[in-house]
């Protein structure tokens, strides 16, 4: 069973700090606490006589404590957006229905057949056309989707964060 098990995150940062002595467990501090600010888009400042070795105690603790409450984990990977259905039929439905404009235009003409042709090849140009600016704006919105059910997964996961902080005597902010 390892310490992780034994001993919730934060505490065991405490220990690996107290062990390591006044130098090193300074930098490890200082390095622990800005990883979490800036992970998580927030500033931290202690509101009581806190010091470095305390805060990442603490922002360890209240990391866990969120990731546990929340269920989200920050360094998950972001979700990917949904790709588009693949879909099919556009040059062909265009080129139906240019064949039918083309031959009803021919025919005033007499030239139906010519005109059903050029028809068909217009309508087919249409459709594909159409058909691929679709799936661009498909990408688009399921990546603009994905991005802001990124952004209210991180949103939540720093509230949780803030409120720990904020019952441990921190402001963040």
Do not use: W
């Given at each position: ?5 034994v001993?919730?995150?934060g ?32 500033f ?5 006589d ?15 404590s ?18 588009p ?50 799936k ?38």
């Amino acid at each position: 069973m390892g310490i992780r098990r034994v001993l919730p995150c934060g505490a065991a940062l405490g220990m690996i700090l107290l062990a390591a002595g006044p130098g090193l467990g300074d930098e490890v501090s200082a390095s622990v606490n800005a990883r979490i600010q800036e992970q998580l888009g927030v500033f931290v400042y202690p509101k009581g006589d806190q010091d470095e070795a305390a805060q990442a105690t603490d922002s360890l603790g209240c990391y866990d404590s969120a990731k546990e409450r929340t269920g989200i984990d920050p360094e998950a990977p972001a979700a990917e957006p949904e790709t588009p259905e693949k879909t099919r039929g556009g040059a062909v439905r265009g080129a139906a229905g240019g064949a039918a404009v083309g031959a009803a235009m021919g025919a005033i003409f007499d030239e139906a057949g010519k005109g059903a042709a050029a028809g068909a090849l217009g309508g087919a140009l249409r459709g594909h056309h159409g058909r691929k600016q679709a799936k661009a704006q498909a990408r688009k919105a399921a990546a603009e989707r994905a991005d802001a059910a990124n952004r209210e997964r991180m949103e939540t996961f720093s509230r949780a964060f803030g409120a720990c902080m904020d019952a441990r005597n921190y402001s963040v902010e």
